[in-house]
Every structure is written in structure tokens, then in C-alpha cells.
């Protein structure tokens, strides 16, 4: 069993920056591969990346690229999420999640086994 808990959302101006983050507590924890979804009123919640157990391998789907940066300090099972140049699309609820047998860029939410309670990002034009 994982817990997961997000931390660090809040309101921002376009061009602005945030950094959210997820600590995942369980004995197996380190062991899950971690993601950042959204979801945004309205519309499905959606993969944003991903990042290995070991951090080693990240995936960022092509509409964050260049912007977004995952991260992830294994010695206490916490994922970084870093948002930069920020536009009022990116509003939307942020969920961490871990799966353990999935791959990386699976969008299907189903394939995740955890899932925190999320946490708002809106961004203002």
C-alpha cells in the first residue's frame, strides 16, 4: 500500500513559475514509477510526466516539454514537480500518481494503482 500526498499549489500569472510536490509513503514506495496528471473542469484527467523509480528515465508529454521538469529525491520517496513559463491552460488540478507495472508514458489512468488527493495550480492571464 502507497500514500500519496501533494503539496504546493496556488495561483500564479502567466510567464510565472511553481513547484508542486508529492511525498509517497509505504515501505514499496521507492519502488513505483511516479507521474504528475491534470485535470481541468470539464475534461479528462490527463498524463503531464513521468519519472523512474530510480530517477533515472523521465517522459513529458509534448505540450510541457521544455517547461516542466520531474524529479524525484529517492531518499524520502518525494517527486518534484517544476512548472515554468506558465500559461492560463496549465490551470487545472494536479494528481500525483505511481504505478509499479505500467510504462512510463501510459495515459491510461486506469494502469495507476495510487493516486494522491491532488492540488490546484490556476495560472491567470
Known amino acids: 500500500q502507497v500514500q500519496l500526498a501533494e503539496s504546493g499549489g496556488g495561483s500564479v500569472p502567466a510567464g510565472g513559475s511553481l513547484t508542486i510536490s508529492c511525498v509517497g509513503h509505504?515501505?514499496?514506495?521507492?519502488?513505483?514509477?511516479m507521474g504528475w496528471f491534470r485535470q481541468a473542469p470539464g475534461k479528462e484527467r490527463e498524463l503531464v510526466c513521468s519519472?523512474?523509480?530510480?530517477?533515472?528515465?523521465?517522459y513529458y508529454v509534448d505540450f510541457v516539454k521544455g517547461r516542466f521538469a520531474i524529479s524525484r529525491t529517492t531518499a524520502n520517496n518525494t517527486v518534484t514537480l517544476r512548472m515554468n513559463s506558465l500559461k492560463p491552460e496549465d490551470t487545472a488540478v494536479y494528481y500525483c500518481a505511481a504505478t509499479q507495472y505500467s510504462r512510463m508514458n501510459s495515459a491510461n489512468v486506469n494502469t495507476w494503482a495510487y493516486w494522491g488527493q491532488g492540488t490546484q495550480v490556476t495560472v491567470s492571464s
Open positions: 509505504g515501505r514499496t514506495a521507492g519502488s513505483y514509477i
Open positions: 519519472i523512474s523509480s530510480n530517477g533515472f528515465s523521465t
